[in-house]
């Protein structure tokens, strides 16, 4: 009895990995991922188009990165895009900040936890999500480019996920923009190194941009964009399936 009473609060996701179950219980947890991919697809439909900034949640207003962030949020505005984050605090707070206050469009996919964490203040916009997964897949889909602030494991994941899809084309060489270049030297160097090992190659560097100077990362996206994609039109909502812009 206390086995079951300790996963009832277990996410669906970590009982799911424990192996095989019931074929109720995985017929009904596949039915579970579909409808938060549905519930993410009709919240986020009208949102773009977005660029993603990702980082970290511990930084209090104040810190630099928080403010590098709001100072890419006002940018991105400036030049048209959706600011896009995971809709928490820290870094993410700080680009929809930045985008809120410039009179730009701020939006979110927030990510339900055991310490549930809430979505800012600063989104017209947001959705909260079960899944880290489906919330990863919500967070590529409407951007054109991915602005990545310094951050923990998640960050980590949410970048390397990133350039995994772009380099090997399941994304189209979409600009990744690192800003913090003293927190990733050490990085950069580790890559440098798996280069010379062979297990990524010279041009696999490519797909990444390093830049602390706002101003020349958002010319890097913009003109990168340009020269390569066409932004599709707004997509406006049909009253009868009860969308909202």
């Known amino acids: 009895m206390a086995q079951k009473q300790k996963r009832i609060f277990q996410p669906d996701s970590h009982y799911f990995l ?3 179950h019931s074929r109720s219980y995985e017929l009904g947890f596949a039915f579970r991922v579909f409808f938060q991919f549905i519930k993410g697809l009709r919240a986020l439909h009208f949102v773009g188009p977005c660029v993603t900034v990702f980082g970290s949640a ?8 928080y403010e590098k962030a709001r100072e890419v949020g006002r940018a991105l505005a400036e030049i048209g895009f959706t600011t896009m984050t995971g809709g928490g605090p820290g870094v993410m707070e700080g680009a929809n900040r930045g985008a809120y206050e410039a009179g730009g469009k701020s939006v979110g996919c927030n990510i339900q936890l055991p310490f549930e964490q809430k979505p800012n203040p600063y989104m017209h916009k947001w959705v909260t999500i079960r899944y880290f997964f489906v919330r990863k897949v919500l967070l590529l889909k409407y951007s054109y480019a991915f602005v990545i602030l310094p951050g923990g494991w998640g960050t980590m994941d949410e970048m390397f996920e990133t350039l995994t899809l772009i380099q090997t084309g399941v994304i189209h060489n979409f600009p990744v923009l690192l800003m913090g270049t003293d927190y990733y030297q050490p990085l950069w160097n580790y890559l440098q190194g798996m280069v010379e090992k062979g297990t990524i190659s010279e041009k696999d560097l490519q797909y990444i941009h390093f ?3 706002v101003e020349a990362g958002m010319e890097h996206i913009r003109s990168y964009i340009a020269d390569n994609y066409k932004i599709r039109k707004k997509m406006r909502p049909i009253s009868w399936l009860l969308e909202r812009g």
């Open 18 to 20: 424990e192996g095989p």
């Open 58 to 65: 511990r930084f209090k207003e104040g810190h630099v990165y």
């Open 211 to 213: 830049s602390d100077d």
